[in-house]
């Protein structure tokens, strides 16, 4: 084999393995939500890919989204917030902007109808229990 047939042949290989890191598991109850409208089913950690300072990380959180008004309810990854109980900082959810952090998409929701939603969220490495809400 050719060192360039090597290379791509290597360079195929790291290309299909993709650059996304592992998660680092975080236990559910790290992240409250109020339970009528959001419902948390899953929290990882990565850290932060954007050069973003060393004390931040990316936290995905994929939660069920009730709408529980009687309008339907327009989602989209800027309208949750986590709350950081400790400290009192909001950090709002992101569109992207990182291997790590979903695309974001806008649906409507129906009355009484769930959504399914993952989120990310860039904040400090320090995060201690937080509160995930939606903001229509």
């Known amino acids: 084999m050719t060192f360039l047939a090597f290379a791509a042949v290597f360079g195929a290989a790291i290309a299909a393995s993709g650059c996304q890191q592992k998660a680092i598991r975080q236990p559910n109850d790290l992240i409250a939500a109020d339970g009528r409208t959001l419902t948390v089913r899953g929290v990882d950690r990565y850290a932060d890919q954007q050069g973003a300072p060393l004390d931040q990380i990316i ?75 939606f903001s229509p």
């Not at 994929?62 to 709408?67: I, L």
């Not at 959504?115 to 995930?132: H, K, N, S, Y």
Request: hydrophobic fraction near 45%; avoid cysteine.
């Open 59 to 133: 936290l995905i959180v994929r939660a069920t989204f009730t709408n529980a008004s009687a309008l339907p309810e327009s989602v989209s990854p800027n309208k949750f917030m986590l709350t950081d109980l400790m400290s009192g900082s909001t950090y709002l959810g992101l569109w992207g902007g990182d291997i790590n952090v979903p695309a974001g998409t806008s649906q409507t929701v129906a009355p009484a109808q769930s959504l399914d939603v993952t989120v990310g969220f860039r904040v400090p490495v320090a995060l201690g229990p937080a509160r995930l809400s």
